[in-house]
C-alpha cells in the first residue's frame, strides 16, 4: 500500500508537472496563430487519443510518461499545404519562436510562484530555530553558539524556521564564507556569531551539512507515550491504545520516544515484542512494523505519534503567513532566489565544488513525492513547486533537445541574421542526446546506490 500510494504521488506530480509545461508551448503556439497537430503526455506509441478543436488537435497519452511534446505544424517534418503556410512554426519570426520554446519553462515557474503564493498565504508551518547542543569541536563551538539560543538573522536576512536556517546556511557553505548569525538566548539577549564554513567539503553537502557545523535543532525530551494511531496502522491493529507508555521493546528498555522510533525503524518486518503500561495495569504487545522506503532505505513504521505536551509543541513551533500581496511578493523572491541556487548547483557540479552525488534520479524524486504527500498535502505542494522550478530550470540549460538548446540557436541565428543550418543541428542534437545520456547515467547510478546504501 505504501509503495502504490509512492507512485500515486510520483504519477500526480509528474502529470502535473508536464502537463503544465507543453500547455505553455501549446497556449503560446496558438497564440501566435501556429498550428498545433499533437498535444503528448509522454513519448512513443499513444496508449489513448482523440482529436478536438477546430484544429483537429490530436490529444494523446504516450506509453513512456517521463516527459511530453507539442508537435507543431512545421516544413522540416513534413509538407505543408500552401494556405496552411503562414501557420508553420517555421515560418513565424524568430522572436515569436523564441516566445513559443521559452513558454514551456515560464509556465513551470509560474506554477511554482502560483503554488508558493498560496502556501504563503494559508501558512506554513515550521520549526523555530533552535539550537539543541552544540559539539565541543565543532565550527559553531569555535563561533560562540550555546544551546537554547535561537537564531534569528543570517546576514541580515530574517529566518523564522529551521528550514530557513538550512536554505540560507547552504546558499552560504557553497561560496567557503564566514556567515554573521544573530540569535537570541534564553534569556532574550542579542549574540551575534561568526560561522566558519570552509571545512565543508563537496560531498558534505550532499548530507545534513548543518550537523557537520554543529548545528542542530533543540529536541526536548519527549516520554514513550502513545498520542495518537493511525487508523488502520499496525499499532492500531495490534492493540494499542493512546495513553500506552512502552517500557520496552523487545526486553531493551525504552527512556525516549526516540528511542523507541528508532527500534520500530531499525526492524522494518520483523517481529517486536512491546512492554507496555496501561493505568495502573500492564501487558504484552506483539507486532511487527510494516515496511516503508526513505531516503532509499528500508525502515519500520507502526502507524503511531507521541503524547506531546501542546504548550512545549507551541514553543517550539510556528507558522509563517503573509497577506496576499506580501505574499505574492514572497513567492517570486522564493522562486527566483530557488532557480538561481540550483544553476550555481549546477555550476558547482561542472568545475567539481560540488558532488555529482546531488544529482537524484526519478527514483529518489518518486521517494521525496511519496514522503511528502504522507506529510500532508502543503508539504506535497512544497515539493511540486520546488520540482517545477527543477524542471524550468532544466529545460532552460543551453543543450540541445532541451528548449535552453532550441532558444541557443535562435539566438545564434539573430546574431548572424539567418538561421542555423540543418547539419550544425543535426550534430547538436547527437551531442545533446549523448550529454542527457551522461546526465541519466548518473541519475540512475545516484538512485540505485540510494537504495543499496540508504546514503
Request: aromatic share 8%; proline share 6%.
Given at each position: 500500500m505504501n509503495l502504490l500510494f509512492t507512485l500515486a504521488a510520483f504519477a500526480l506530480a509528474l502529470g502535473v508537472l508536464i502537463v503544465v509545461h507543453e500547455l505553455g508551448h501549446f497556449w503560446v503556439a496558438r497564440w501566435c496563430g501556429v498550428k498545433v497537430l499533437r498535444f503528448s503526455i509522454g513519448f512513443g506509441k499513444p496508449l489513448v487519443s482523440w482529436k478536438s478543436g477546430p484544429d483537429g488537435t490530436e490529444w494523446a497519452l504516450?506509453?513512456?510518461?517521463?516527459?511530453?511534446?507539442?508537435?507543431?505544424?512545421?516544413?522540416?517534418?513534413?509538407?505543408?499545404?500552401?494556405?496552411?503556410?503562414?501557420?508553420?512554426?517555421n515560418r513565424q519570426t524568430v522572436w515569436r519562436r523564441i516566445l513559443i520554446v521559452a513558454a514551456g519553462p515560464l509556465a513551470n515557474f509560474l506554477l511554482?510562484?502560483?503554488?508558493?503564493?498560496?502556501?504563503?498565504?494559508?501558512?506554513?508551518?515550521?520549526?523555530?530555530?533552535?539550537?539543541?547542543?552544540v559539539p565541543p569541536a565543532s565550527p559553531a563551538a569555535a563561533a560562540g553558539f550555546k544551546a537554547g539560543e535561537i537564531m534569528t538573522r543570517i546576514d541580515g536576512e530574517t529566518v523564522a524556521t529551521w528550514q530557513d536556517v538550512r536554505w540560507l546556511l547552504l546558499k552560504k557553505a557553497?561560496?567557503?564564507?564566514?556567515?554573521?548569525?544573530?540569535?537570541?538566548?534564553?534569556?532574550?539577549?542579542?549574540?551575534?556569531?561568526?560561522?566558519?564554513?570552509?571545512?565543508?567539503?563537496?560531498d558534505d553537502l550532499e548530507s545534513d551539512f548543518l550537523e557537520k557545523l554543529g548545528l542542530t535543532h533543540f529536541r526536548p525530551q519527549v516520554r514513550p507515550v502513545i498520542g495518537k494511531l493511525l487508523p488502520g496502522g499496525v499499532?492500531?491493529?495490534?492493540?494499542?491504545?493512546?495513553?500506552?507508555?512502552?517500557?520496552?521493546?523487545?526486553?531493551?528498555?525504552?527512556?525516549?520516544?526516540?528511542?523507541?522510533?528508532?527500534?520500530?525503524?531499525?526492524?522494518?518486518?520483523?517481529?517486536?515484542?512491546?512492554?507496555v503500561k496501561r493505568g495502573s495495569g500492564s501487558r504484552v504487545v506483539v507486532l511487527t512494523p510494516a515496511?516503508?522506503?526513505?531516503?532509499?532505505?528500508?525502515?519500520?513504521?507502526?502507524?503511531?505519534?507521541p503524547w506531546v505536551d501542546e504548550a512545549l509543541f507551541d514553543k517550539l513551533t510556528t507558522e509563517v503567513r503573509y497577506p496576499p500581496v506580501r505574499a505574492l511578493g514572497e513567492a517570486l523572491h522564493k522562486t527566483w532566489d530557488t532557480?538561481?541556487?540550483?544553476?550555481?548547483?549546477?555550476?558547482?557540479?561542472?568545475?567539481?565544488?560540488?558532488?555529482?552525488?546531488?544529482?537524484?534520479?526519478?527514483?529518489?524524486?518518486?521517494?521525496?513525492?511519496?514522503?511528502?504527500?504522507?506529510?500532508?498535502?502543503?508539504?506535497?505542494?512544497?515539493?511540486?513547486?520546488?520540482?517545477?522550478?527543477?524542471?524550468?530550470?532544466?529545460?532552460?540549460?543551453?543543450?540541445?533537445?532541451l528548449d535552453g538548446g532550441h532558444l541557443m540557436y535562435y539566438m545564434a541565428e539573430i546574431v548572424k541574421g539567418s538561421p542555423v543550418s540543418e547539419r550544425a543541428m543535426e550534430i547538436g542534437q547527437q551531442i545533446g542526446m549523448a550529454l542527457l545520456m551522461v546526465l541519466m547515467a548518473f541519475a540512475f547510478y545516484n538512485d540505485i546506490n540510494r537504495l543499496l546504501t540508504g546514503q
Open positions: 504516450a506509453a513512456f510518461p517521463l516527459g511530453g511534446y507539442v508537435k507543431m505544424l512545421d516544413e522540416r517534418e513534413g509538407e505543408v499545404a500552401p494556405h496552411e503556410l503562414p501557420r508553420a512554426f511554482a510562484i502560483a503554488l508558493y503564493w498560496l502556501l504563503f498565504m494559508v501558512g506554513v508551518p515550521g520549526v523555530r530555530p533552535m539550537l539543541g547542543d557553497m561560496e567557503k564564507q564566514v556567515v554573521k548569525i544573530e540569535s537570541r538566548g534564553a534569556g532574550g539577549d542579542i549574540q551575534f556569531h561568526a560561522l566558519e564554513t570552509s571545512s565543508l567539503g563537496a499499532g492500531e491493529q495490534a492493540g494499542l491504545l493512546p495513553g500506552d507508555e512502552i517500557i520496552s521493546v523487545n526486553g531493551k528498555p525504552v527512556a525516549l520516544w526516540g528511542d523507541l522510533v528508532q527500534r520500530v525503524r531499525d526492524n522494518p518486518g520483523r517481529v517486536l515484542r512491546f512492554d515496511s516503508g522506503t526513505e531516503q532509499g532505505r528500508a525502515v519500520g513504521k507502526i502507524g503511531a505519534g532557480s538561481l541556487f540550483s544553476l550555481q548547483m549546477l555550476g558547482k557540479m561542472v568545475v567539481g565544488e560540488v558532488s555529482l552525488k546531488n544529482i537524484s534520479g526519478p527514483i529518489t524524486i518518486a521517494d521525496y513525492a511519496g514522503q511528502s504527500a504522507h506529510m500532508g498535502w502543503l508539504p506535497y505542494l512544497s515539493f511540486l513547486a520546488l520540482i517545477s522550478i527543477s524542471l524550468g530550470v532544466l529545460n532552460l540549460l543551453p543543450v540541445p533537445l
